[in-house]
């Protein structure tokens, strides 16, 4: 069989974690097509040229660098589509092509403009709803990230259960290599802290994080714990948010870090509106931190048995669950342990074997 890739996202500069899943999964699946018996013909098309060694080489992979400054994927992408013909084409980030030829496969992660509309700028908006209607429409098969994501866009697009395909990603754990004292040092932390990760933006709903933290130091003996929001500050932040005693801000934290501080967390925070899948969920879990989320979206999935859980309106069941956590060795403990063995079941190469079979599924209709 011959793919067609959109691998243009695997070349932005400024990294999300849809730009990290297309380089991720591409990267396992050539790796996996070289292990077959028969292995399949790749196209991979970029609209700039991948820095060397970003992919693995293979014998069976043709890289095509297709520049254009603008509409890359209704005009460049699709004009090359119609040239080579591939048997299926796969675009990993919800937009197809609006005129291609042949079967495709889209990969649709989350609609969280769906759940909550003030979060996204309009314009922002209008597009994901018209390009991820007319994606669940076109694609043979729509791969999609979780459960919770397959269930919306049958609730909101009417598409059939039996056309989508769940396939988890991989989550790459953060090592933890820098020195936990260090880094506290290099951000100006305390020796003990409650960690949120992630932009600071409404939708993860940073205030009621805030609210919680200040319930539960409220009945603390010792005021020697802090609440770290690491990230940055997202569209709509309001400083009015974060107001309060032992609140730090860090801003960005560089990705050497990220392990060390997860792992020098009594509990990482995460009691989201909505997540298509929660990649920092898992991140803490296979750090070995204990997390406090909701149970909303994608992540009652993603953290099964291996996480305490909280109605993210809820501020005080929020603190309940904190109260727990720092009260209770045995708990953390158990936890830590369920945490590992968690998050060492969404791989790579788990995702890579989900994805070819959604692609053989979709050129053999």
């Known amino acids: 069989m011959h793919i067609g ?32 018996d028969a ?16 992919l693995p080489h293979s014998q069976h992979v043709t890289q ?12 460049r992408l699709a004009a090359e589509l119609w040239l080579d013909r591939p048997d299926v084409v796969w675009v990993p980030a919800h937009g197809l092509p609006f005129v291609f030829p042949g079967r495709a496969v889209v990969t649709i992660h989350d609609l969280g403009y769906k759940h909550y509309p003030a979060a996204h700028r309009w314009r922002q908006r209008l597009a994901l709803e018209v390009y991820t209607r007319f994606s669940a429409w076109r694609a043979s ?9 397959q269930s919306d866009l049958h ?3 009417g598409t059939p259960p039996e056309k989508m395909r769940v396939v988890y990603p991989g989550v790459q754990i953060p090592d933890v290599d820098t020195d936990i004292d260090a880094v506290r040092t290099k951000y100006g932390l305390p020796e003990r802290y409650w960690l949120y990760l992630g932009t600071l933006q409404p939708r993860k709903n940073i205030a009621r994080i805030v609210q919680a933290y200040q319930r539960w130091a409220a009945r603390q003996t010792e005021q020697d714990t802090a609440l770290v929001l690491a990230g940055g500050r997202g569209w709509k932040f309001d400083e009015a948010w974060v107001q309060g005693e032992n609140v730090i801000l860090p801003g960005y934290v560089d990705e050497t870090d990220k392990g060390a501080l997860y792992a020098g967390a009594v509990g990482f925070m995460f009691p989201s509106l909505y997540e298509g899948f929660g990649f920092p969920v898992v991140e803490a879990m296979g750090v070995g931190t204990p997390v406090v989320c909701s149970d909303t979206s994608s992540l ?12 993210p309106e809820d501020v005080v069941m929020i603190a309940a669950q904190m109260t727990r956590l720092s009260g209770s060795l045995k708990l953390r403990q158990l936890l ?3 945490g590992r063995e968690q998050a060492a079941k969404f791989t790579w190469e788990d995702a890579a074997w989900d994805a070819l079979l959604a692609l053989e599924a979709a050129g053999a209709r």
């Open 5 to 36: 890739i959109d691998a243009s996202r695997t070349t932005r500069a400024h990294v999300t974690g849809t730009e990290r899943y297309a380089l991720e999964i591409i990267r396992a699946l050539i790796q996996l097509n070289d292990t077959l």
């Open 39 to 54: 292995p399949h013909k790749i196209t991979l098309y970029f609209n700039a040229a991948p820095p060397h060694g970003l």
């Open 64 to 75: 095509k660098v297709i520049p254009l400054a603008r509409v890359w994927t209704h005009l």
């Open 141 to 149: 098969v729509v791969m999609v990230d979780s459960r919770a994501t």
């Open 155 to 157: 609730r909101y697009y």
């Open 300 to 311: 009652p999935e993603v953290g099964g048995e291996a996480v305490l859980y909280a109605p």
């Open 336 to 338: 830590v342990e369920r």
